[in-house]
């Protein structure tokens, strides 16, 4: 996707992308460890604020494989020989209580205990329970703090490394569809996608609702292809996992995972 510039920065992620310019500059010998970031800030550090920067090196974790909000950690060339095995600030807290819980009610109540939402990664809800990754310094005021999630009780308890199978806790949110599209046009792919007029995802687009591997576009005739994850703001996201074939009228049929 190199001819995509990542120029734009939604409003979300401008401080996100202020903190990580003072990060770079900051790092001197040793290693500097980012606050949670989205995958847009991620990807923008790697591809604009790094660019040029030859001696520094990054990698980047959230507490288990493919998490979306991740640490970056940050290091002198000169340095790499010490980062095999990085130790990341990350904690990771089990909540357990009587009845479901939902990912927004559980950031709600640790917003609304005064924490905040860049020293907070992944939540992963599960029946009667959730694992959330956090920033090591706030771990012990979660587990203190935290006993009620909107009106539920719940307990809060730090995990060692390997007590728990987070595999478990990996939600398979998302539905697998396998549908026919005119071309590989990012509206029409999101039109069908989230059962939205042409005219609405071509919108979206023009309005810079739309991102391509974390990078937003906007033109409507962009062509995705296999791999390629679409984000659409208020809709959810789609994996284009599969081009399958294509119809004797020239149709091309798809097979994608949708994450509302």
């Not at 310019?21 to 550090?45: H, Q, R, T, V």
């Not at 940050?74 to 990350?90: G, K």
Request: glycine share 6%; net charge positive.
């Amino acid at each position: 996707m190199g001819h995509q510039a990542m120029t734009y920065i939604p409003e979300e992620n401008k401080y996100e992308v202020l903190k990580l310019k003072n990060l770079i500059k900051k790092l001197s010998w040793g290693i500097e460890y980012s606050d949670f970031l989205s995958p847009f800030a991620i990807k923008y550090a790697v591809e604009v604020l790094l660019k040029n920067q030859n001696h520094i090196l990054h990698r980047s974790w959230g507490g288990y494989e493919d998490s979306e909000r991740n640490i970056l950690a940050l290091f002198n060339r000169d340095f790499e020989e010490y980062t095999e095995n990085l130790t990341y600030p990350i904690q990771t807290i089990l909540i357990e209580a009587k009845n479901n819980l939902s990912h927004r009610q559980i950031l709600g109540s640790f917003i609304g205990n005064g924490l905040k939402r860049d020293k907070i990664g992944d939540i992963l809800v599960k029946e009667n329970g959730a694992l959330v990754f956090v920033k090591d310094e706030i771990a012990t005021y979660v587990v203190t703090n935290i006993d009620k999630i909107g009106n539920e009780k719940v307990k809060c308890s730090i995990v060692e490394n390997g007590q728990i199978d987070i595999k478990w806790f990996i939600n398979n949110n998302s539905k697998r569809v396998v549908y026919t599209v005119a071309s590989l046009r990012v509206d029409s792919v999101i039109s069908h996608g989230f059962g939205i007029s042409r005219e609405e995802a071509a919108d979206l687009i023009r309005q810079m609702k739309v991102a391509v591997n974390w990078v937003y576009i906007d033109k409507p005739s962009y062509a995705v292809k296999e791999g390629d994850l679409v984000s659409v703001r208020h809709h959810g996201r789609l994996k284009i996992e599969k081009v399958l074939s294509t119809t004797k009228k020239g149709r091309i049929s798809i097979e994608v995972s949708r994450f509302s």
